[in-house]
């Protein structure tokens, strides 16, 4: 097949880096987005996320005449759908996946598709989901043939291709890892592998649609599976006065244990997400999964209690003073180190419960983004030196590069990962 025309549908995180390294190979790419700050700042070969390297990449793409981001999809030979998954019912014992944003995406692609096209749903899914947007795909375009009606001889092809990347290193790890591609037919798959060795160096191993879904959701409940030990051990050794951080470097030291690192919570849209996904569509047999999600969900709620003792302790030395008194820096609000993403961040909720409970002042120290968000009241961004001269209580959420290094000694230090 021949794609000189690619769309990407979606240009946050996952989607502007997959755009721009299309467009770095020389291929013309149109990025579709409904964020008008996002279309007008790609537009001008900028970038709106945190995202090393990627900003020479659009603008040389944008310059060169090979990316271009706008509200409306325009035709193209494949289209990429990398939109958000989230949940319906965030605060329901399972929560529902919220398929919504896909289904839009797959309506307003539908109109400009011809025969011979490919559609691929990157966005990280439940089980059934690329079928499900085969569906309302085929139910706009019913002139169209698809791969859940006649198989090989669709005139559309579909597949799903998760991203397996890390934020701070996506540029490179788009290039090299491997990608599992699962196509609704053996044509689909053909047709999607040849469109990502456009770019890809890693492997690119081909199954059905529904086991590439599980392979993504599966690869992020591991790690939950495995943080939510380290983040149980964690709680575990406080009560018994033992430093995690020495206990679990010592057991490491064992051939065959390979220890997380506890912290504050898990965050992120895919780690503290995609459990989910299992054990909504079986909850009967996904114990352990749920069970993980369960205690990483409940250690920012550890943290929060650690806050308010460390104010008791506080107040009791120094008998003169009030809780309003007392300023409390919160060190990071991104949901890991050194990126700007503060989706469903651990820190970030943190620091926001602390404004709601406490009366004095609280500051927040994150070196990777300008202004917060216009949800947070009462919450200052704060310098990292003002900080540690002017706050009462410091908690430490995530292990930034710029907190590795600097020396923060006090009687009031909470340090969640260990720096």
């Known amino acids: 097949m021949s794609f000189n025309t ?3 549908v979606g240009l946050g995180y996952i989607g ?3 755009a721009a390294m299309f467009a770095s190979r020389k291929k013309k790419v149109i990025g579709v987005d409904v964020n008008q700050h996002a279309v ?6 900028e970038i709106h996320i945190v995202e090393p390297e990627l900003d020479m990449i659009v603008h040389a793409a944008v310059k060169e005449g090979y990316l271009k981001a706008t509200h409306t999809p325009e035709q193209a030979d494949a289209f990429l759908i990398a939109v958000p998954t989230p949940f319906k019912n965030s605060d329901s014992e399972i929560p529902e996946p919220d398929l919504s944003y896909i289904k839009a995406a797959a309506e307003a692609i539908a109109p400009v598709l011809k025969k011979g096209d490919l559609v691929i749903l990157e966005s990280t899914s439940p089980v059934g989901a690329t079928e499900q947007m085969a569906e309302w ?6 002139d169209l043939t698809f791969p859940q009606q006649v198989g090989e ?4 092809r579909i597949a799903h291709c998760p991203e397996r990347v890390l934020p701070g290193h996506v540029v490179h790890e788009l290039v090299e890892n491997d990608r599992v591609i699962g196509g609704m037919t053996t044509m689909c798959s053909q047709a999607a592998t040849e469109l990502y060795k456009t770019f890809v160096e890693g492997e690119c191993i081909t199954t059905n649609t529904r086991t590439a879904e599980m392979a993504k959701l599966t690869e992020n409940s591991f790690r939950d ?3 939510a030990f380290a983040n149980e051990l964690s709680m575990i050794c406080d009560k018994l006065d033992i430093n995690v951080w020495e206990l679990i470097k010592l057991a490491n030291r064992h051939p065959r244990v390979n220890i997380l690192q506890p912290g504050p919570g898990v965050g992120g849209h895919c780690i503290a997400v995609d459990p989910w996904f299992i054990v909504s569509k079986t909850p009967d047999e996904a114990k352990l999964i749920h069970t993980a999600r369960t205690v990483n969900d409940a250690k920012p709620d550890w943290v929060i209690n650690k806050v308010k003792l460390a104010i008791a302790d506080f107040l009791q030395a120094n008998p003169t003073k009030t809780a309003k008194d007392i300023t409390i820096a919160c060190y990071g609000l991104a949901f890991k180190a ?3 993403d503060l989706r469903e961040s651990p820190a970030l909720n943190i620091a926001q419960q602390i404004v709601e409970f406490h009366s004095g002042k609280v500051i927040a120290v994150e070196p990777n983004i300008k202004r917060l968000p216009n949800k947070i009241n009462s919450l200052q961004l704060s310098k990292l030196e003002l900080a540690k001269n002017t706050a009462d209580i410091h908690l430490l959420l995530v292990d930034h590069r710029e907190f590795k290094n600097n020396s923060l000694k006090n009687n009031y230090l909470i340090d ?4």
């Open 6 to 8: 690619i769309s990407v």
């Open 16 to 18: 502007l880096p997959t």
């Open 40 to 45: 007008d700042t790609i537009n001008r070969g």
């Open 137 to 142: 795909l085929a139910e706009v375009r019913t």
């Open 153 to 156: 001889e669709s005139d559309i």
């Open 225 to 227: 599976v495995n943080i």
């Open 338 to 340: 050194d990126i700007d």
């Open 416 to 419: 969640t990962k260990g720096i």
